[in-house]
C-alpha cells in the first residue's frame, strides 16, 4: 500500500493506494456523506485517448451497473472530472484471495468459496457476461467470508452471434482457446471462464497453479504438458468428486468441457458438506452460510430424516444433508437441536458405513422408493420430503408427479 496526499473529489476523500486494476489504480476512500468506506478506482484520462481504452471502460461502467449480486462488487458511483474518472465500488476489507494460496487452504474450504464465485457467475451468464479476467486477485474477500468478483475491465457482453475474440486474460489462467483467438482468429464464450474457476480451484487446494507458461507462445504446450503428467490430479488432496470435477474442466476443447447447467450442478458443488467441515471452526460462521430453503423446511426435512433412518442403508447422508439445510438457522433454539441430534447421529454413522460410496441423490431416491412400497399415506409424504432437494432432472419430476397423483387418488 502506498500513503498518498488525500484528495477529495465530489463528496468522496481518496485516502491511500490500495492496489490496481486492468486500467487504473484503487484507492482506499470514503463517502463524506455517509462516513462510509469505499474502493475507488482511478483512470486517468490520457488513457482514454486510446479508443480502445476508452471503450473498455464505457463497458466495464455498463456491465457493472447492470449486475446486482451479493458475490460481484457493487459499483456506487462514477464521476469524470477534467483529468481523471473515478469507480465508487465496495471495499472489501481482507483483500483478494491471493492470500489464501500461500496457506493451500485445502478442498472443504476451496469448495465453500467456489459455490460463491459460481453463484456469482450464474448472475453474468444471465446478463451475458464473459469475465475474461478471473483470477485470485480479481476475487475480492469480506471480513465475514463473502468473496465479490471484482475488476471487469476485461469483461465484455457476448450472444451466440457475438461471441468473444479478442486476446485477453492473464496467462496462467487463460483458456486455450483465448490463446487460439489471438493465433487463428476463433472465437469463445463462458466457458473460458469456467477453465479460469477450475484453475483457481486447483490452486486454492493445493498452493499451485495448474499451468504456469512462461509466454504466450508456450501456453498450450504447458497445458499438454500438466495434463499428460500423471501426477497431475492423482493428489490425495482432491476428492473423487474434485477429481471429476477438474477433469471435466480441463478439457483443451471448450466443446468437451463440462457445459454451465452441469458446471453448476455438479455433485462437487451442490453435495452435502463433510462431516470434516462441520469440525472445522476456521470456516466462517453459520450466519454466513448459504440459505437452500426456508426454516419450516429444514426442520421438516430432519424430522423425515429421524423417521425414516432406520430403512436407509447409508443414514450418514441424510443426517448431513439435514445439517447442511439446518446450519443458517442455528439462532433458532429448535433448529440448533436438531442440528446436534443429526450432528451426532452422523459422526457415529460415519464410523460403521462405507458412506463415501454413494451419494445423496441416490440415498434420497433409494428411500422414497422404499417408503413408496407402503400404502400408507404419510410415507408418500415423507418420500415428497426428501425428494424436494434432489433436483429436477426428468427422472425425479417423473417419480414426483406420480407420488403426488397417488395422494391425490387417496383422498
Same mark, same amino acid.
Given at each position: =500500500?502506498?500513503?498518498?496526499?488525500?484528495?477529495?473529489?465530489?463528496?468522496?476523500?481518496?485516502?491511500?493506494?490500495?492496489?490496481?486494476? #486492468?486500467?487504473?489504480?484503487?484507492?482506499?476512500?470514503?463517502?463524506?456523506?455517509?462516513?462510509?468506506?469505499?474502493?475507488?478506482?482511478?483512470?486517468?484520462?490520457?488513457?482514454?485517448?486510446?479508443?480502445?481504452?476508452?471503450?473498455?471502460?464505457?463497458?466495464?461502467?455498463?456491465?457493472?451497473?447492470?449486475?446486482?449480486?451479493?458475490?460481484?462488487?457493487?459499483?456506487?458511483?462514477?464521476?469524470?472530472?477534467? %483529468?481523471?474518472?473515478?469507480?465508487?465500488?465496495?471495499?472489501?476489507?481482507?483483500?483478494? =484471495?491471493?492470500?489464501?494460496?500461500?496457506?493451500?487452504?485445502?478442498?472443504?474450504?476451496?469448495?465453500?468459496?467456489?459455490?460463491?464465485?459460481?453463484?456469482?457467475?450464474?448472475?453474468?451468464?444471465?446478463?451475458?457476461?464473459?469475465?475474461?479476467?478471473?483470477?485470485?486477485?480479481?476475487?475480492?474477500?469480506?471480513?465475514?467470508?463473502?468473496?465479490?468478483?471484482?475488476?471487469?475491465? !476485461?469483461?465484455?457482453?457476448?450472444?451466440?452471434?457475438?461471441?468473444? &475474440? #479478442?486476446?485477453?486474460?492473464?496467462?496462467?489462467?487463460?483458456?486455450?482457446?483465448?490463446?487460439?483467438?489471438?493465433?487463428?482468429?476463433?472465437?469463445?464464450?463462458?466457458?473460458?471462464?469456467?477453465?479460469?474457476? *477450475? /484453475?483457481?480451484?486447483?490452486?486454492?487446494? #493445493?498452493?499451485?497453479?495448474?499451468?504456469?507458461?512462461?509466454?504466450?507462445?508456450?501456453?498450450?504446450?504447458? @497445458?499438454?504438458?500438466?495434463?499428460?503428467?500423471?501426477?497431475?490430479?492423482?493428489?490425495?488432496?482432491?476428492?473423487?468428486? /474434485?477429481?471429476?470435477?477438474?477433469?471435466?474442466?480441463?478439457?483443451?476443447?471448450?466443446?468437451?468441457?463440462?457445459?454451465?447447467?452441469?458446471?453448476?450442478?455438479?455433485?462437487?458443488?451442490? *453435495?452435502?458438506? %463433510? !462431516?470434516?467441515?462441520?469440525?472445522?471452526?476456521?470456516?466462517? /460462521?453459520?450466519?454466513?452460510?448459504?440459505?437452500?430453503?426456508?426454516?419450516?423446511?429444514?426442520?421438516?426435512?430432519?424430522? %423425515?430424516?429421524?423417521?425414516?433412518?432406520?430403512?436407509?442403508?447409508?443414514?450418514? @447422508?441424510?443426517?448431513?444433508?439435514?445439517?447442511?439445510?439446518?446450519?443458517?438457522? !442455528?439462532?433458532?433454539?429448535?433448529? &440448533?437441536?436438531?442440528?446436534?441430534?443429526?450432528?451426532?447421529?452422523?459422526?457415529?454413522?460415519? +464410523?460403521?458405513?462405507?458412506?463415501?460410496?454413494? +451419494?445423496?441423490?441416490?440415498?434420497?431416491?433409494?428411500?422414497?422408493?422404499?417408503? /413408496?412400497?407402503?400404502?400408507?399415506?404419510?410415507? &408418500?409424504?415423507?418420500?415428497? #420430503?426428501?425428494?424436494?432437494?434432489?433436483?429436477?432432472?426428468?427422472?425425479?419430476?417423473?417419480?414426483?408427479?406420480?407420488?403426488?397423483?397417488? !395422494?391425490?387418488?387417496?383422498?
Amino acid at each position: =500500500m502506498k500513503n498518498t496526499k488525500k484528495r477529495v473529489v465530489g463528496h468522496y476523500v481518496l485516502k491511500k493506494e490500495i492496489g490496481f486494476g #486492468t486500467y487504473g489504480r484503487v484507492y482506499l476512500g470514503e463517502d463524506l456523506s455517509i462516513n462510509e468506506i469505499r474502493a475507488i478506482k482511478k483512470i486517468s484520462n490520457s488513457q482514454l485517448v486510446n479508443p480502445r481504452f476508452k471503450e473498455a471502460l464505457e463497458r466495464e461502467i455498463s456491465i457493472m451497473k447492470r449486475l446486482h449480486h451479493k458475490n460481484i462488487v457493487k459499483l456506487y458511483d462514477y464521476i469524470a472530472t477534467s %483529468t481523471s474518472t473515478y469507480l465508487v465500488m465496495e471495499f472489501c476489507e481482507d483483500g483478494d =484471495m491471493k492470500k489464501l494460496i500461500s496457506q493451500a487452504i485445502g478442498e472443504q474450504k476451496a469448495v465453500f468459496f467456489l459455490r460463491q464465485i459460481i453463484s456469482a457467475l450464474k448472475i453474468l451468464k444471465e446478463n451475458k457476461v464473459v469475465h475474461r479476467d478471473l483470477k485470485p486477485a480479481n476475487i475480492l474477500i469480506t471480513g465475514d467470508s463473502i468473496i465479490k468478483i471484482a475488476d471487469f475491465g !476485461l469483461a465484455r457482453t457476448i450472444d451466440p452471434e457475438s461471441l468473444a &475474440k #479478442t486476446f485477453a486474460g492473464t496467462l496462467a489462467y487463460m483458456a486455450p482457446e483465448v490463446f487460439d483467438a489471438k493465433i487463428n482468429n476463433e472465437r469463445y464464450d463462458y466457458r473460458a471462464d469456467i477453465w479460469s474457476v *477450475g /484453475c483457481i480451484l486447483y490452486e486454492l487446494i #493445493t498452493g499451485i497453479k495448474p499451468f504456469n507458461p512462461p509466454d504466450v507462445s508456450r501456453i498450450k504446450t504447458s @497445458i499438454n504438458s500438466s495434463l499428460k503428467s500423471e501426477n497431475f490430479l492423482n493428489s490425495p488432496e482432491f476428492s473423487p468428486s /474434485c477429481k471429476d470435477f477438474l477433469k471435466k474442466i480441463f478439457q483443451i476443447d471448450p466443446n468437451n468441457r463440462i457445459n454451465f447447467e452441469e458446471f453448476c450442478n455438479h455433485e462437487l458443488v451442490t *453435495g452435502i458438506p %463433510t !462431516l470434516a467441515e462441520f469440525n472445522d471452526y476456521s470456516l466462517p /460462521c453459520f450466519e454466513v452460510y448459504p440459505q437452500i430453503c426456508e426454516e419450516k423446511e429444514a426442520l421438516e426435512f430432519a424430522d %423425515t430424516v429421524i423417521q425414516v433412518e432406520k430403512l436407509v442403508r447409508y443414514p450418514f @447422508i441424510l443426517y448431513m444433508k439435514a445439517c447442511e439445510l439446518l446450519r443458517p438457522f !442455528l439462532y433458532n433454539e429448535i433448529c &440448533k437441536r436438531h442440528f446436534k441430534l443429526q450432528y451426532e447421529s452422523a459422526k457415529k454413522d460415519k +464410523n460403521r458405513r462405507n458412506w463415501h460410496m454413494t +451419494n445423496f441423490v441416490e440415498v434420497a431416491l433409494e428411500t422414497a422408493v422404499l417408503l /413408496c412400497q407402503s400404502a400408507e399415506r404419510e410415507n &408418500k409424504k415423507k418420500a415428497l #420430503t426428501l425428494l424436494k432437494f434432489v433436483g429436477n432432472n426428468p427422472r425425479v419430476l417423473a417419480f414426483k408427479e406420480a407420488i403426488e397423483n397417488d !395422494l391425490d387418488r387417496d383422498l
